[in-house]
Nanobody, 120 residues
Framework: VQLQASGGGLVQPGGSLRLSCAASGRIFSIGNMGWYRQAPGKQRELVATITSGGSTRYADSVKDRFTISRDNAKNTMYLQMNSLKPEDTAVYYC???????????????WGQGTQVTVSS
C-alpha cells in the first residue's frame, strides 16, 4: 500500500501546477485526505484537506488560489494551484487515512513528496 505524489516542477510566479496523489495496493476505503508542504528551514504545514464526502478546508495563505479535489473511483486526490507565488515553494506531501483491513480501521499514510519551485 502506498501513496504516490506527482506533478511538481518549476513554474514562474503567477503560473499554475496540478499535483496528484494516487493510492495503490489493497485498499478497502479512503477517509480524509490532505496536502501538506514543507519549505527549507520550516516546519511542515497544512495546505488543504478533503473528507470522503468532499468537504474541504484550506490554509489562509492558499485560499482562493488552490483547489483540492478527489476522485474516489480512482483513489486519487488532486491539488490545483493557481496564481503561484515564490512563497509557495516547498516540498508538497500528500496524506490519507486508508482502510487496509476491511473493518473501517484507518491508518495514516504519507506520500514521498514532490518539489514545487516558484521562481522567475
Amino acid at each position: 500500500v502506498q501513496l504516490q505524489a506527482s506533478g511538481g516542477g518549476l513554474v514562474q510566479p503567477g503560473g499554475s501546477l496540478r499535483l496528484s496523489c494516487a493510492a495503490s495496493g489493497r485498499i478497502f476505503s479512503i477517509g480524509n485526505m490532505g496536502w501538506y508542504r514543507q519549505a527549507p528551514g520550516k516546519q511542515r504545514e497544512l495546505v488543504a484537506t478533503i473528507t470522503s464526502g468532499g468537504s474541504t478546508r484550506y490554509a489562509d495563505s492558499v485560499k482562493d488560489r488552490f483547489t483540492i479535489s478527489r476522485d474516489n473511483a480512482k483513489n486519487t486526490m488532486y491539488l490545483q494551484m493557481n496564481s503561484l507565488k515564490p512563497e509557495d515553494t516547498a516540498v508538497y506531501y500528500c496524506n490519507a487515512a486508508l482502510d487496509t483491513s476491511g473493518v473501517f480501521y484507518y491508518s495514516a499514510y504519507w506520500g514521498q513528496g514532490t518539489q514545487v519551485t516558484v521562481s522567475s
